[in-house]
């Protein structure tokens, strides 16, 4: 009797237990799911792959203009009611001085590995690109000679090897090329499904960016615990979980949802290199917070009626605003400077010398800087992290701005 009893009790327990688990699979794996759903299919899509829109999104700089090595990692929701699940991952990068960047991504015909198929920074069946992470300059250069490597020896290259689901698809190509290079620190964002297959079985292991843990059957079910990562719980391929760096939970079909934005960790640290000491990475942060400072004197002196010596757009902390300033402003360019009538402005690197340049019209005589009454066709000045705005000694209103070096080179416009 006490042998039935204890098992009565089990299987009352198991039935609970089951309850709860299909309650928290409901909650936080369909419901936001058919929510995303219902979101989704309530825009206009192209009907077809052919009447989608496949052209720049004008996201990348002229190559010309874009000299250092980067690389690059771009998302967009895929197409029709397969966008309900998941985005479409791909890869750019662009060697030092290199005439053009090189894209390459997996579809599902022929040989999945694409090179160059579609423009770096083309919209995905008509839906935006996202920028997931970008890398730039001498780290940039490291890392693609590697990349390159790890494109040619994909073990799902061959014609059939693609499977949309659970995969190995595009989102897998992605993410074992950066699994290659775990010190990009660069993750997929939590919806591109497929990009936990790590192989038809058990895989258990570092994540792909060996900051943490990672168990994964068949990209079907698994559990990853990673700093870069952070914790995502995978079941059928849709994820659910928390971004610790970004203070963002992340959802089947939307993907991670930033709580606190103010508090996102600093992308920083990716686009100016990789392995940087802790006081490299705090110098950059408080150049960077001078440099907005520094935005908003300017912008409050040109509301307030006054001529501003500089307006200044800082735009290469922050690649997402970038390329929003060259989509609403001027197309191409890294950055925005904008001059009032006889102004003039003076950028200056307090560890060197003071250099001077004049736009746009010919200063007053008193004035010291370059006798020069037309802007410079090309010429890149150094901001940084002292801003000064002071009355100059120069008739019709003349002002001046002395700023320390920033980091970055932003050209005029």
Not at 366 to 393: I, M, V, W, Y
Request: hydrophobic fraction near 40%; aromatic fraction near 8%; charged fraction near 20%.
């Amino acid at each position: 009797m006490p042998r039935m009893t204890r098992l009565k009790s089990a299987i009352c327990w198991a039935r609970s237990a089951a309850r709860r688990a299909l309650l928290l699979f409901v909650v936080a794996f369909l419901l936001p799911l058919m929510l995303h759903g219902l979101w989704w299919l309530s825009k206009d899509h192209p009907r077809s792959w052919r009447a989608a829109d496949w052209s720049s999104a004008g996201l990348l700089p002229p190559v010309e203009e874009d000299l250092e090595a980067s690389v690059r990692v771009y998302s967009a929701p895929t197409g029709r009611w397969k966008g309900v699940f998941s985005v479409h991952s791909w890869i750019v990068v662009k060697e030092r001085g290199a005439p053009d960047y090189t894209r390459f991504d997996v579809a599902g015909w022929g040989r999945p590995v694409k090179i160059d198929n579609w423009a770096p920074d083309a919209r995905w069946y008509g839906n935006m690109p996202q920028l997931v992470g970008v890398i730039r300059g001498p780290a940039a250069e490291r890392l693609i000679p590697r990349i390159r490597s790890a494109v040619e020896s994909y073990p799902h290259g061959k014609p059939g090897d693609y499977r949309i689901w659970p995969g190995p698809n595009s989102n897998t190509f992605v993410a074992a090329v950066l699994a290659e290079v775990p010190d990009a620190r660069i993750a997929l964002p939590s919806n591109a499904i497929g990009k936990d297959f790590r192989g038809a079985g058990l895989y258990a292991g570092l994540s792909p960016t060996r900051t943490g843990l990672q168990i994964s059957v068949a990209g079907l079910f698994g559990l990853t615990i990673a700093w870069v990562e952070g914790l995502e719980i995978n079941v059928l391929g849709l994820v659910t979980g928390v971004d610790f760096r970004q203070l963002a939970i992340k959802l089947p079909g939307w993907g991670a949802l930033t709580l606190m934005p103010r508090l996102q960790a600093s992308a920083a640290e990716i686009r100016h290199g990789v392995g940087s000491s802790g006081a490299e990475r705090r110098q950059r942060l408080s150049k960077r917070a001078a440099a907005m400072q520094a935005n908003s004197a300017a912008l409050v002196m040109s509301r307030k009626g006054l001529e501003p010596a500089l307006v200044l757009l800082e735009l290469h902390d922050a690649e997402t605003d970038q390329q929003h300033a060259r989509q609403e402003h001027h197309p191409g360019r890294k950055g925005i400077l904008v001059t009032g009538r006889n102004a003039a402005n003076h950028a200056h690197d307090s560890q060197q010398h003071l250099e001077r340049a004049c736009f746009g019209h010919k200063p007053p005589n008193g004035c010291q800087t370059k006798d020069c009454s037309h802007p410079p066709a090309s010429r890149e000045l150094n901001f940084g992290t002292d801003l000064q705005h002071r009355q100059g000694g120069c008739e019709g209103g003349f002002r001046r701005s002395a700023i320390g070096r920033a980091g970055r080179d932003l050209q005029e416009t």
